[in-house]
Structures are given as structure tokens and as C-alpha cells.
């Protein structure tokens, strides 16, 4: 059972400025948190952001940090990653994650996190 669905990516060009939407199957809880994550070739799955649903307080890893914007649709139930200023090293498989219970200290780690996305492609290029 798919608890929340992604979709936007694809191959794009360096400066180009996609989103990424994360849909929940059914509906993100209030104390949810929903994260993105990444993975490139021959690297590990490292934090890219995450946002709570009930609060919307956000969190950034410092290689996105005013470049991508993580917000919430409540009507929508999604969470849509805009990404601006790409560069080729943001080239990697996105994935949405589900942290059923979160902390500030806690939302940046994977392990954390409740449920998991198929993952969708973004590649940048030149």
C-alpha cells in the first residue's frame, strides 16, 4: 500500500526551475512530517528538506538552502519541492518520506522516517 506518491522530475536543464509534488494516498496526519530525500549514483541517501503538516516549520540541507522550497497544499494533501537554480550535482533520484513522529533534531535523519516513496528521477543537463 503506497502512503504517499511523487511525481514531477524527468530531465531538465541547469537553471531550470521544476517542482516535485509528494501526495499522500490517503491524508498526512497533523503531527506528520514529510520529508524529501535524494540518492545519486555511487552515493548515499542524503537530506535534501522537510516540512511538519500541522505546524509548517521547515528544515533545509545547506547544499539546498535557498535554491529549493519545501510547501504544503492542505486542500491538495501534497507536498511540492520547487527547485530553482539547478545544478548538474542535484542530478539523483528523489524520494518522499513519512516521519509519523518528528522532532526538529530528528527530521534530517532517515532512519526516521515512517514511509517511503517510489522515487522519481530528476536529471540535470547541460
Known amino acids: 500500500q503506497a502512503h504517499v506518491v511523487e511525481s514531477g522530475g524527468g530531465t531538465v536543464q541547469a537553471g531550470d526551475s521544476p517542482t516535485l509534488s509528494c501526495a499522500a494516498s490517503t491524508f498526512f496526519y497533523a503531527n506528520d512530517a514529510i520529508g524529501w530525500f535524494r540518492q545519486a549514483p555511487a552515493k548515499e541517501r542524503e537530506f535534501v528538506a522537510a516540512i511538519r503538516w500541522r505546524l509548517g516549520d521547515k528544515i533545509y540541507a545547506d547544499s539546498v538552502k535557498g535554491r529549493f522550497t519545501i510547501s504544503r497544499d492542505v486542500a491538495k494533501e501534497t507536498v511540492v519541492l520547487q527547485m530553482n537554480s539547478l545544478k548538474h550535482e542535484d542530478t539523483a533520484v528523489y524520494y518522499c518520506?513519512?516521519?509519523?513522529?518528528?522532532?526538529?533534531?530528528?527530521?534530517?535523519?532517515?532512519?526516521?522516517?515512517?514511509?517511503w516513496g517510489q522515487g522519481t528521477q530528476v536529471t540535470i543537463s547541460s
Open positions: 518520506a513519512v516521519d509519523r513522529s518528528p522532532t526538529p533534531a530528528t527530521m534530517k535523519n532517515s532512519h526516521n522516517y515512517d514511509y
